[in-house]
């Protein structure tokens, strides 16, 4: 998930921001709670709730249960709106496997793997099952 956050803020250099995440996993539902604080251009801290679960048609894959974005001060809810970050992370999250896939991939193609696949579930109430299929670059 820090990957999935990461990739939401790319491309705004003139950000400075530190993420603190905590996940969970109950009832085969995972949730990532967390805050970005952000110290310029403007100081805020933003908080956010990403729920994910099991698709009951298609094994392997994850659907997005609930997202919540927020920020604790006005300037922080105004630029939130103007970068379109809820916006983005809807997007980014309406398919979590593949943000997932995008994340491993910018690890481990540095270590030389290729990722060609990925399934992902939540079994036994509160594991995270992930198969990878990969390939020597």
Do not use: C, H, W, Y
């Amino acid at each position: 998930m820090q990957g999935i956050v990461g990739g939401l803020l790319s491309g705004q250099e003139q950000i400075s921001a530190t993420t603190i995440l905590e996940s969970t996993i109950k009832q085969n539902v995972g949730v990532v709670k967390g805050t970005v604080s952000v110290a310029r251009p403007i100081k805020t801290e933003i908080s956010i709730g990403v729920s994910l679960g099991n698709k009951p048609d298609k094994p392997g894959q994850l659907k997005l249960r609930q997202l919540k974005i927020g920020a604790n001060n006005l300037k922080g809810k105004a630029a939130l709106g103007a970068l379109g970050i809820k916006a983005k992370a809807e997007s980014v999250l309406q398919n979590p496997n593949k943000a997932l896939a995008d994340a491993l991939k910018t690890q481990l193609e540095p270590r030389g793997v290729n990722l060609k696949g990925l399934g992902v579930a939540f079994i036994n109430g509160d594991k995270l099952f992930i198969k990878l299929v990969g390939e020597a670059a």
